[in-house]
């Protein structure tokens, strides 16, 4: 189902799809809540003080402690990421692309997570779908700006053929691991990879397509 109202899809069959999802989750739920992505290090919280609005705000992840308010990120390659404090029943979703990553918004989430008394143990992470490295061949610049950042980053980097190819989800990884989050589940599908029958931007620009659908990784209290 494509989920994203950014795509070029006809609207009413876009968010018929995301009914659809929603009540896959539960029928007496809030709307989903969705954000326009925009490769950043911003985030929003939703208490229960938050006023909503009609135009949707621009940021990479929301956080929120309301129940039965669903959030999502929207993907076609980028790595989703949802988070979930079974103390405190804070939960997040964490849309990184290579720049939101670079740009530490996962650390960014986490940090503001602890300052409401989540606890780093008691915080399970999921990277959803998301490009393999295999499948993601990126400029030599890229590189250099990821170890100029930081030596170790050489190593989510692997050259063949003259070409290098670059692991997203292990350095999303690494991103969690380094705020000390332990409990995190992968999901290791290529978006990429035809078979695996999930929208990919990539493989959409390859085959030349106007337009790609978007993946929806959704979590709720």
Not at 97 to 102: D, E, L, M
Not at 138 to 157: E, Q, T, W
Not at 164 to 171: E, R, S, T
Request: proline residues 2%.
């Amino acid at each position: 189902l494509n989920c994203g109202l950014g795509s070029e899809d006809k609207k009413d069959k876009v968010k018929e799809n995301l009914r659809i999802v929603k009540d896959k989750l539960s029928k007496k739920s809030k709307d989903i809540f969705l954000i326009h992505q925009i490769h950043s290090n911003k985030f929003i919280f939703i208490d229960k003080n938050f006023k909503f609005k009609n135009k949707r705000i621009k940021a990479d992840a929301i956080i929120t402690n309301q129940v039965k308010l669903p959030i999502a990120v929207l993907t076609a390659d980028c790595v989703p990421i949802l988070l979930y404090d079974n103390k405190k029943n804070i939960i997040a979703a964490i849309h990184a692309g290579w720049k939101g990553a670079f740009k530490e918004i996962i650390k960014k989430v986490i940090s503001f997570m602890l300052s409401k008394g989540c606890e780093n143990n008691s915080i399970t992470a999921a990277i959803g779908p998301c490009i393999r490295q295999k499948s993601y061949n990126v400029g030599y610049d890229l590189r250099k700006k990821f170890i100029k950042k930081d030596k170790k980053n050489k190593i989510f980097f692997k050259k063949k053929k003259n070409i290098f190819y670059f692991d997203l989800p292990n350095f999303v990884k690494s991103q969690l691991k380094s705020n000390k989050i332990t409990n995190i589940d992968t999901i290791n599908i290529d978006t990429f990879d035809k078979k695996n029958n999930f929208f990919s931007a990539r493989q959409s620009l390859r085959l030349k397509h106007d337009d790609y659908g978007r993946n929806i990784s959704i979590i709720m209290i």
